[in-house]
C-alpha cells in the first residue's frame, strides 16, 4: 500500500467528528490493504512505530527536503527505513539519523511528510483509532463488530486480528481463542468522580484496592510460566520471584491477571519510579531483586486448567481465584452486595479512605455480575482517584502538528521559586478543547518573547489550573520532580502569577 492513501486517510479522520464517517473511511483503507500490511498500516494510523522509540528528535526533522513531486512510498518502504533507523547506534549516530531521515522524507509528498512528521514525534492524534479500526475492519469485511472485538481481546493484537480478516474473510475470527501461554488485552477501567457515584452506576460491586504498580498478566502451563505487562510484552526474566511463587500456586494451568508492587520496611508501597527502576532492570536481575524484592497483588483468574473464565461474572472470577491464590498475594476488597444499604455505603467509603491511608492511589469498583471485557475499556469497572490540583504558571508553549497544526500546544509549566523566578516542573497538551487551543494560542502570542520555530518562550504571567495524579522523581527538571498525568483543567485569569503554587507546597505534597 502506498504512504500516500494511509497519510490521506489519516487528514481526513483528523477532520472529522462524525464516527460513522471515519469509520467508513478505515473501511474504504482496509479494503484496499494488502493483508501483510495491516500489522503497519494500523499502528501508523494510531500513531505508534512497531519499533519503539527509535531515536529520533527535533533536530532532525528541523529542516526538511523539499517533498517529491509523486508518491511512490510504501509503507512497507517507511518500516524499512524505521528499522534502519532503529540500528542507528555507536559514533556519528546522529548525522547518520539525519541522513536516514533526510532520505525518508525526500522520498515523501507533502501530504506524506506531514504525515511522517507527526509519526515520527507522536503526535498524530486522531481519537480512539484502535477502536474505530475494528469498526471499519468489520465494515470491509462484513464480520460483525462484537466477533471482531472479542477476537482481538483473545488474540492481544489487532494487527494480527486484521491480517487474518483480510486474508481469510469472517470465517478467521473462530481461530481466536483465550490460550494458556498467549496473552490477551487486560480489561481496563473508566473514571467515576466518587466511590458513592460508582455504586449508583454499578449495583452491587466489590470496590478494590487501585495499586501504583505495573500490570502484569501470568500464565502458567505445568512448569513454563509467563508474565506479560499491560502492552502484552514479556518480562518473565526480570521477575524470578513472581515465577517461583506462581509455581507453588496448586494449578497446572492457569491465567492471572493483577499488578507488581514492592513494599517499604513499613508495609507502605514504595514509590512507582524505583518499582519501574527495578522492573526495567536487565542486567543483574539477581542484585536487582536482592536491593528491592517486588509482590505479585493479584485480583483476577482468566483461566483455570482446560477452562476460559472470562466470560464467568466477577464474584464468580473471584471466588475461584480465592480458592487458588493466599489471602497474602489477593488484593485487598470491600464487597457491596446492596448498593441501597446505608452501612455497605458508608463502609466502601470507609474502605477507600484507609487504602490512600496505607499509600495507595485509590480503588477500582468493579461490577459483581460482568464478565472480564479484555482489551476494553469497559463501564464495568469504575477507578475513584483523589483530584489533586495546583495553580502553575506558562513558562513556554510548543507549536503543535497534525491537528494541531498552527496551534500552541504542549504547556511548559512551573511553579514559584523560593529565590524567585519559577521552576519548570513538566508540560502537557491534555484536557485542552479547540476552543482553549485558539484562545491560548492567541494570549500566549502576545505574551511572547521568543520563538525557535517548536517552543515559544513567554512571559511568565498566565497561571493555568492543573490537575495530576501524583508526582515523581525525575533528574530531567530542576526540582527533581515533575508531575504525573498532568491535565488542564481551566485558565485562572483571575489569578496574578505571583498567586501561583510554590515549589515549596509541590515538594511537601511529594513528601
Request: with cysteine; aromatic share 4%; glycine share 10%.
Amino acid at each position: 500500500m502506498l504512504l500516500a492513501a494511509l497519510a490521506r486517510v489519516s487528514a481526513e479522520v483528523a477532520c472529522t467528528s462524525a464516527r460513522s464517517r471515519k469509520t467508513a473511511l478505515l473501511a474504504e483503507l482496509f479494503s484496499a490493504a494488502d493483508p501483510v500490511d495491516a500489522p503497519l498500516v494500523i499502528p501508523y494510523l494510531a500513531g505508534r512505530l512497531p519499533q519503539g522509540r527509535i531515536g529520533v528528535g527535533w533536530s532532525a526533522l528541523r529542516d526538511p527536503p523539499p517533498p517529491a513531486d509523486r508518491p511512490t512510498l510504501t509503507v512497507r518502504d517507511v518500516d524499512a527505513a524505521l528499522t534502519a533507523l532503529a540500528g542507528v547506534a555507536g559514533p556519528g549516530a546522529q548525522a547518520e539519523r539525519r541522513r536516514l531521515v533526510g532520505g525518508l522524507l525526500a522520498a515523501a509528498t507533502d501530504q506524506e511528510q506531514r504525515f511522517l512528521h507527526g509519526l515520527l514525534t507522536g503526535e498524530v492524534r486522531q481519537g480512539a483509532l484502535d477502536a474505530l479500526a475494528v469498526e471499519g475492519l468489520a465494515a470491509a469485511t462484513g464480520a460483525p463488530p462484537d466477533a471482531v472485538r472479542r477476537a482481538v481481546m483473545l488474540a492481544g493484537s489487532l494487527p494480527d486480528v486484521a491480517r487474518a480478516l483480510l486474508s481469510d474473510g469472517p470465517p478467521a475470527l473462530a481461530g481466536f481463542r483465550l490460550t494458556v501461554g498467549r496473552p490477551v488485552g487486560p480489561m481496563l477501567a473508566r473514571t467515576a468522580a466518587s466511590v458513592a457515584e460508582a455504586i449508583d452506576r454499578l449495583g452491587r460491586c466489590a470496590v478494590e484496592e487501585k495499586l501504583d504498580g505495573i500490570r502484569v498478566q501470568v500464565h502458567r502451563d505445568g512448569p513454563y510460566v509467563r508474565i506479560h505487562t499491560r502492552t502484552l510484552d514479556e518480562v518473565t526474566d526480570r521477575l524470578p520471584e513472581i515465577t517461583a511463587l506462581v509455581r507453588e500456586l496448586p494449578a497446572e494451568r492457569l491465567v492471572l491477571d493483577g499488578e507488581v508492587i514492592a513494599l517499604g520496611a513499613d508495609g507502605r508501597p514504595v514509590p512507582f519510579q524505583r518499582v519501574a527502576g527495578r522492573f526495567g532492570s536487565r542486567t543483574d536481575v539477581a542484585a536487582a531483586r536482592a536491593a528491592l524484592p517486588l509482590t505479585p497483588v493479584f485480583f483476577d483468574l482468566l483461566a483455570l486448567g482446560d477452562r476460559a473464565l472470562l466470560d464467568l461474572p466477577g464474584d464468580r472470577r473471584h471466588a475461584e481465584l480465592a480458592a487458588l491464590v493466599p489471602e497474602s498475594t489477593r488484593v485487598r476488597r470491600c464487597v457491596v452486595e446492596d448498593p441501597d444499604d446505608p452501612g455497605a455505603r458508608a463502609a466502601a467509603a470507609d474502605f477507600f479512605e484507609s487504602t490512600l491511608r496505607r499509600g495507595h492511589e485509590g480503588v477500582v469498583v468493579k461490577a459483581l455480575d460482568a464478565p472480564y471485557s479484555a482489551g476494553r475499556r469497559g463501564a464495568a469497572w469504575l477507578k475513584v482517584k483523589p483530584v489533586h490540583t495546583l495553580d502553575l504558571v506558562v513558562l513556554a508553549a510548543e507549536w503543535g502538528h497534525g491537528r494541531r497544526t498552527g496551534k500552541l500546544s504542549n504547556l511548559h509549566l512551573g511553579a514559584r521559586a523560593p529565590g524567585g523566578g519559577f521552576v519548570m516542573l513538566g508540560k502537557t497538551f491534555k484536557g485542552l478543547t479547540d476552543a482553549t487551543l485558539g484562545w491560548q494560542t492567541e494570549r500566549l502570542g502576545q505574551l511572547a518573547v521568543a520563538d525557535d520555530g517548536h517552543v515559544v518562550t513567554v512571559r511568565p504571567e498566565l497561571v493555568v489550573e492543573i490537575a495530576y495524579d501524583g508526582l515523581q522523581t525525575s533528574p530531567r527538571y530542576p526540582a527533581g520532580v515533575t508531575l504525573r498525568f498532568a491535565r488542564v483543567v481551566r485558565y485562572r485569569e483571575d489569578k496574578t502569577a505571583a498567586e501561583a503554587d510554590t515549589l515549596d507546597t509541590v515538594l511537601a505534597a511529594h513528601r
